[in-house]
């Protein structure tokens, strides 16, 4: 029997494709067993010991050097931490221009470390309004965004007030929130209102006058020096000058030394060794002393900034501080003595409350 071509092509092809196959087979089959095999030996395998823990090295902490102790501030009659709440450092703020210098003061007590109270008076109003106003007014945003910072960064105790008197409108108008509400803090011994504008440079001077009324007691309940406050809180008092107050026209407008004393100064402030507590650096006076900022760090607790015939200096009065040709006026001594005051002062509002200074229309 003949064999075609095409039949001898097949049975080769077919041939071909078992051998391939069957070595294929052959080749798992093997692999199969080698597994088997392996996996039968590591399960009939002793365990392994476990390794013996190891013990770690013993610490040695880091050495840190000791340095002396600083020598004690003669100036500064200490606060303990069980007596400084008795006495605070307080703020009675009625406009909102107003409020940025009371930040910046308690930010600087906070530097320091103050270890006195910080108490912050204001209108309720500005807490009571709908969120609302603050789009259309500004300036209660910029409020609300600083009692925030206040409390919140700074320690601040807030303290919103109900306008004294009453009457339609009486939430708007300073006179509202008369400085006679400082004597019903009475769950303070001692307190200390600085008034604005100024630069708070060192709060030693301050927490050694709060500290002396603390230790000492103040002989009377109300001494100041240009507008510096320094009272004892009272209820008795508070109960009288408020009486007071209610009998008077609302147009009136007394100092707190009239209330108290009927007169027109307080006593002044008692005696405290060091650092001097207060000065005034007035840009009005060319011919007057003059009060280096750089050189007071250290030297003065706070610096009232002021100028004849102008508001703070929060506001950028453009030519309103200026003389002929755009320069300030008076001496180059003076007008250098301007800048500098009002250069610090505007940097320390834009580091601590974020504003550039207000605008002047006036």
């Given amino acids: ?16 494709i078992f051998i391939f196959t069957s070595l294929l087979f052959v080749s798992g089959y093997i692999l199969q067993q080698r597994s ?16 013996t823990p190891t013990t770690p090295p013993a610490y040695t902490p880091l050495t840190l050097p000791t340095y002396p102790p600083p020598p004690p501030r003669t100036h500064q009659v200490p606060l303990t931490p069980t007596t400084s709440p008795a006495v605070a450092h307080v703020q009675l703020v009625t406009s ?16 320091t470390k103050s270890p006195a109270a910080r108490v912050l008076l204001y209108p309720k109003l500005w807490d009571v309004l709908p969120v609302h106003e603050d789009m259309a007014n500004p300036a209660l945003a910029t409020t609300r965004r600083l009692l925030r910072l206040a409390q919140e960064e ?13 009457g339609d409108g009486a939430d708007f108008l300073p006179s509202s929130y008369p400085q006679a509400l400082l004597f019903g803090l009475t769950e303070y011994e001692a ?39 320094l009272l004892r809180p009272s ?28 007169a027109r100064h307080a006593p002044p402030l008692p005696p405290t060794p060091g650092v001097p507590i207060f000065c005034t650096a007035d ?55 301007r800048e500098l005051v009002l250069d610090r002062y505007r940097e320390d509002r834009r580091g601590v409350c974020g504003l550039d200074l207000e605008p002047w229309g006036g």
């Fill in 36 to 51: 088997v095999a392996s996996l039968q030996a590591a399960l009939l395998s002793p365990p392994s010991p476990s390794p």
């Fill in 283 to 337: 840009l009005s006076d060319p011919l007057g002393e003059r009060v280096d900022v750089r050189t007071l760090v250290g030297q003065v607790g706070y610096v009232r900034v002021a100028e004849r015939g102008l508001p703070g200096p929060e506001f950028d009065f453009g030519v309103g501080r200026m003389g002929e040709g755009g320069q300030v006026a008076g001496d180059e001594d003076a007008r250098r003595f």
């Fill in 191 to 229: 307190v200390l209102h600085l008034p604005p504008s100024g630069l708070l440079l060192n709060a030693a001077p301050l927490d050694a006058l709060l500290a002396r009324v603390h230790n000492e007691q103040l002989p009377f309940p109300l001494t100041a020096s240009a507008s510096l406050l």
């Fill in 235 to 262: 209820a008795a008092l508070y109960s009288a000058l408020v009486n007071k107050l209610g009998a008077l026209p609302r147009s009136s407008n007394p100092s707190l030394s009239a209330l108290v004393y009927n």
């Fill in 96 to 111: 909102h221009v107003l409020l940025c210098n009371a930040i910046m003061i308690f930010a600087a007590l906070a530097r």
């Fill in 1 to 16: 029997m003949l064999v075609t071509s095409s039949q001898l092509s097949v049975a080769i092809s077919s041939t071909i």
């Fill in 154 to 166: 700074l320690g601040v105790i807030l303290r919103p007030l109900q306008p004294f008197g009453g």
